[in-house]
């Protein structure tokens, strides 16, 4: 039991980066669909600037440099240009599937899995490091959100961005810097998936950024209960591994679940206090 206990919330780490990244932009108005690309792009550069300087610490920091620099300019842009930020949001999507396979067939001959070990390194997070780590930061961004000065002007900047203005505060730089937190807390979602595998592999997030904005709404917007709703998810993908192994209930409808688990979130949860509009 303590065993299964202790695989879920190792299994759980990426997801509740991911989640905690969705809850902040969401909070300032802005729906983050771009979750799941940024998960795989900076899963991708983690890897392919390990693999060039052996360094995994280095690949982190440029995947974060990179990732998040993307969104801020693409949120600046937003802002500037009045763009819809849900299409630019799925932009990054569409933007990380494509240039990850470009750049993973031109750098390494191949758009299928890039393995660490062929450069030599060998190197996996601890998990209860990186649990330890998840449950340190959802206590952090909770306290920022609730007790800080910051924290309430960005929970303000989406649906009452008027009482910033009226206060000398510019609501826009809340928004652009809640895409920019999110970007980190998905590079730390997609290093973690790329390190633990030792590799990086096509299509890394496998929907966790579609699952991340469910989990947010299942813990109503609140991050103390992101950890519980993640739990809820990991559980299914726990499940979904163990039926793999047998042959009671179809493959593609094991699969399926996780994705399951999420649309019926989506569909019963009420999404009370949320933002009706994308920014």
């Not at 190197?123 to 959802?138: D, E, K, N, Q, Y």
């Not at 807390?185 to 904005?213: D, E, K, Q």
Request: hydrophobic share 55%; aromatic share 10%.
């Amino acid at each position: 039991m303590i065993s299964i206990a202790q695989t879920l919330f190792i299994m759980s780490v990426p997801l509740l980066f991911a989640t905690l990244g969705a809850l902040i932009s969401e909070r300032a108005g802005v729906l983050a669909v771009f979750m799941d690309g940024a998960i795989t792009l900076s899963g991708f550069i983690a890897i392919a600037v390990t693999m060039a300087t052996g360094n995994p610490l280095s690949g982190f920091i440029t995947s974060a440099i990179l990732t998040t620099g993307l969104l801020m300019v693409l949120a600046w842009f937003t802002e500037h240009t009045r763009a819809n930020p849900f299409l630019v949001g799925l932009s990054v999507n569409f933007l990380a599937s494509g240039i990850t396979s470009w750049l993973s067939s031109h750098l390494f001959g191949t758009r299928g899995v890039i393995a660490l070990a062929d450069s030599g390194v060998h190197w996996r997070i601890p998990g209860i490091l990186s649990v330890a780590a998840a449950l340190f930061v959802t206590i952090i961004v909770w306290w920022t959100l609730t007790h800080t000065l910051f924290g309430l002007r960005l929970s303000a900047s989406g649906p009452a961005p008027q009482i910033l203005t009226v206060r000398g505060s510019n609501p826009a730089r809340y928004r652009i810097a809640s895409w920019g937190i999110a970007g980190f807390f998905a590079v730390c979602a997609g290093t973690i998936l790329a390190f633990n595998l030792g590799a990086y592999v096509p299509n890394l997030s496998a929907g966790r950024g579609w699952t991340a904005l469910a989990a947010m709404y299942l813990a109503y917007r609140k991050p103390l209960p992101c950890i519980a709703a993640v739990l809820v998810f990991s559980g299914a993908e726990y499940i979904t591994t163990i039926l793999q192994g047998t042959t009671l209930v179809p493959a593609s409808i094991i699969l399926g679940l996780p994705y399951a688990l999420a649309l019926l979130v989506f569909l019963f949860i009420p999404q009370t206090g949320s933002t009706k509009k994308t920014r």
